[in-house]
């Protein structure tokens, strides 16, 4: 996803130089008239100044500009946390990201996944096991697990705790539940920016 400028702009006047040692080295802005961009093949375009458009943002646009805006806020709160800057850092490193400021956006803009519900260790009794696979850009930071009865009450609610894996979420159920046919089960993945993705099977 690219990261949309405050301000959306337009480029016209739009011309192409091969190989022309005058500009050679050349790009960005040139005396707040030309913008000099190269591209593939060591062709250079040339276009005139980018203009600010009065056109007013669709609602998808501003909601994403707005999304953009909350994930910088997130990403200069985040990091003078020493414990959260080393996570960011090992991020960037790993997913070859050029800053854990990069990193710590990147997570903002993505969502836990839960990848699957694994429930035929549930049976309705308690001490029955209902296991989770969920993954995130960064790491799910808990998995919360409610059980709803066919006629839609809240038999119980609870966190899951994770594996040594990284990935895998065990709910173990408190309270008995005489009839499984209709019973929904729930799962909510919260990451560390605080996005939540939420799940449910009925049975």
């Known amino acids: 996803m690219a990261i949309l400028p405050n301000n959306p702009i337009k480029l016209k006047n739009m011309g192409r130089i091969k190989k022309n040692i005058a500009v050679k080295g050349l790009s960005g802005m040139v005396g707040g008239t030309l913008v000099y961009r190269r591209v593939e093949g060591g062709e250079i375009i040339v276009a005139s100044a980018p203009e600010p458009t009065r056109k007013k943002p669709t609602l998808t646009q501003q909601n994403i500009r707005d999304r953009f805006r909350m994930a910088n806020f997130y990403a200069t709160r985040i990091l003078k946390i020493s414990s959260r800057l080393a996570q960011y850092i090992a991020l960037a490193k790993s997913k070859g990201l050029r800053s854990p400021r990069t990193a710590a956006i990147a997570d903002y803009l993505n969502f836990p996944e839960i990848i699957e519900i694994i429930f035929s260790g549930y049976s309705g009794q308690t001490g029955d096991v209902i296991v989770v696979i969920a993954t995130d850009y960064l790491s799910v930071e808990t998995v919360v697990i409610t059980i709803i009865t066919s006629g839609g009450t809240e038999l119980e609610k ?15 159920a408190t309270s008995m539940n005489s009839s499984l046919t209709g019973t929904t089960i729930a799962v909510n993945a919260t990451d560390v920016p605080g996005n939540v993705t939420c799940k449910q099977i009925t049975l």
């Open 158 to 172: 609870g966190n899951a705790t994770l594996d040594s894996d990284g990935q895998t979420w065990r709910y173990t």
